[in-house]
């Protein structure tokens, strides 16, 4: 396992003169960057105005959500994110702005000195805005908070080199005034290449816990490697994860990763979780099998780790929820070509079927009360949440929509379920890795659905439980081909 040290902004520098110093000021413990900046305008064939970036080469995907600070003096005072070519006043750039007055545009300056150019766009004031690089393309996406993010517009802007200047900014649109932008959720992202498999070409990743409440963001952990699939302990102090076969305790106080010990069973996959109680983990891991290739089964060892005990005989079954009193597990499990949810005794033992309904049936868990079981069905057409009783009866569907929903997760209270949310192109009976997604939290009472994060991942994202216990959090992985500082 090969950490990185967590980058932040590397260069803060006022770019083009502007009459009174920007500063920026960056928040280590809540991961929020707060940006005071002056200058004339962003326009023209020159700039003004404070900049905090990293340079970049590529393609990338930069988001954040921003705020201006006050009323402010100019109606036109701007924050945004930004692609530069140079640090010098008259580079060729794009950028995605919003003003004080909430208009909202895609600008861009395609020479050095040249004239800026503008697509303007019919939303007002967005929390969230996204920026994307993509050959010689340009693509602006915006939405409000607990929105999905839409796409605006794109522009072509091949004049721009390989390596740019990547960033958050802030522009008074007065010389002789300051104006003030906080930031929080900045990430950068670099998607995938075109043909890259990510089970030969593992992507690094962030380990990252979200208020529920706030959306607000903070990583805890970066690396190099690739891991996956979060849970959160019962007693709140630690998180568990996978990583080239093995689990990991993540302590949220010394906030290091260390192995735990599994015995023989090395193989485990993103298919795990801890009991009720908190004293057993279940876990899911490949084994051998004659006339058969490497298929997962399920196996329940102490939490604080030893020799593991074997439940499922037939493969594979992949784990997904612990009924509240320990006694059943459900999973689930290919059987004669068809996957659907299962369920068995805790010790073994005969395991019974509880869909059969035509169609892809995955990631069953028990909600808190035990009165039912949720899982994620492809029976409509698309992947959507649905929910049954313990024993297979009354079936009904939880999530709507044409997108597709998978692995719900249910708050402590019972009250919400979050679950990762893939948009329609991608086949609904797939989850695959190298996606955009979205974490999403419904209410079960009342229906309504918001967004809680967009973000680049899929598989391994947040297939397991991984609420905290006060209900406050969720914990997920995001990832990036580039360096998951940030």
Known sequence: MKQDDRVTIAIVQDVGGPAIAGKTVYDPEQQVYTLTASGTNLWGPKDEFHFAALPLKGDAILTVEGRLQGKGVDPHRKWGLMFRQSLAGDSPYADATVHGDGLTSLQYRKTPAGETLEVKFPVTAPDVIQLERLGGEVIMRTGKRGEVLVEHGRIELYELKEEVFAGIFVCSHNPAVSETAVFHNFRIDVAAAAGVDGNTNPSPSRLEVLDVATGHRKVLYTSTSHFEAPNWSRDGKFLLFNEGGKIFRFDLGAKAPVLLDTGDVTENNNDHGISFDGKWLALSSSTKQTGRKTASQ????????GKPRKVTDDAPSYWHGWSPDGKTLVYCAERNGVYDVWSIGVDGGPETRLTT??????????????????????????????????????????????????????????????????????????????????????????????????LYGGQGTMNVPSWSPDGKSIAFVSYTYGNPGV
Do not use: C
């Open 298 to 305: 399920i196996y329940v060892v102490p939490i604080s780790g």
């Open 357 to 454: 309904t035509p169609g892809l049936d995955d990631g069953p868990e028990y909600s808190p009360d035990g009165a039912y079981v949720y899982f994620n069905s492809t029976r409509t057409g698309r992947m959507k949440i649905w929910r049954m009783k313990p024993d297979g009866s009354k079936q009904e569907q939880v999530s709507v929509g044409d997108d597709n929903d998978w692995f719900a997760h249910i708050s402590p209270d019972g009250a919400a379920i979050v679950y990762v949310t893939y948009p329609p192109t991608v086949p609904a009976e797939m989850h695959p890795m190298n996606q955009r997604v979205t974490i999403r939290e419904q209410n079960l009472k009342t229906g309504k659905v918001r967004v809680l994060a967009s």
